[in-house]
């Protein structure tokens, strides 16, 4: 059964195909799956506040010398892991962990076809700071200021989770502006060279395509976050061990992965054409095509 990959296939298609919007669409489509289900996860833990503030676990100052956060010790330590595993030499993988941390890899380097641009995106921060502020408050029980359930290991590793595949989600917005970058690049290059950012925002939103991902997506969270281990169970009885509030999970996509999905979009737009020569950005102007190499 061949189901829409939910990585990026680099390794046996061409870029002209990995780059084909409906592709990509397709990927993030199954990251929907992967978030809904890593945040159901997350929500059997209390919120365990004391993961998020920097210096609130003694020990990792002490055995550790790590004076920040459980979570950002955590992220570092899995990351480190991943480096060197090469994760982050993938186009589609952003470390939340700052690079001067983490390792080289221990296998030799991957050649990936060149799909985007050489960029600097990367809005981890971002991701993380709304992840702390706003979505584990709203998923969580919470059990008072300091009340947590002790469950610090497991609820750092959904953490890791939800993070990771919500980054992979939000930075895959530089393949959705390559991809209609290289459709109509005409389009682009004005607002690139005047740094417009209202106007390629305007380019790249598709009204119809959110609205019909928010409503694929509350059909998900209803499914997904009921209790189906419930033999004979009424809409009542499930609703009451619902695992996540599908409005929870609408808004947080509505008011934060869409939206800052498209600012990635734009700040990689932005820097499409440094390094691209005057002929080649003229050429592209006139003829509206963009010089496929594969
Ligand atoms: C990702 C795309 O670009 C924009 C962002 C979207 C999103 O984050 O889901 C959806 C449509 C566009 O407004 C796309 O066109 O598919």
Known sequence: MNGVMHTLDVHSAPPSSILAL????????????????????????????????????????????????????????????????????????????????????????????????PHKVNVNDKILQFYI??????ITR????????????????????????????IHFGMF????????????????IRSRNRDELANLITKPAVEAALLVRLGKKAEVYGQDMNRPGATDEE?????KIEVE?????????????????EVDYLLTRLDGVSDDEVKTMLETNRYPETD
Not at 52 to 65: M, V
Not at 238 to 242: A, F, G, V
């Open 22 to 117: 409906d592709h990509i669409r397709g990927v993030l489509q199954r990251l929907e799956d992967t978030i809904v289900f890593q945040l159901i996860e997350r929500a059997q833990f209390a919120r365990n506040p004391r993961c998020y503030l920097p210096g609130a676990f003694a020990e990792l100052k002490q055995r550790e010398n790590w004076s920040g956060s459980w979570i950002q010790w955590f992220l570092k330590e899995t990351e480190t892991t991943h480096a060197k595993l090469r994760r982050f030499e993938a186009p589609d993988e952003y470390p939340f962990t700052s690079p001067e941390l983490l390792p080289k890899p221990v296998l030799e380097p991957v050649t990936y076809p060149k799909l985007l641009w």
């Open 133 to 138: 502020d706003d979505i584990v408050p709203t």
């Open 248 to 264: 929870a999970v609408v808004r947080i996509y509505k008011n934060f992965v869409i939206p800052l999905t498209r600012d990635v």
């Open 176 to 191: 959705v502006a390559e991809s209609k970058f290289r459709s109509e690049p005409a389009s682009f290059i004005p607002h």
């Open 142 to 169: 919470n059990l008072g200021e300091d009340g947590d359930d002790g469950h610090y290991g497991s609820s750092a590793i959904r953490d890791c989770e939800v993070l990771s595949a919500m980054s992979r989600r």
């Open 238 to 242: 499930r609703e009451k061990e619902r």
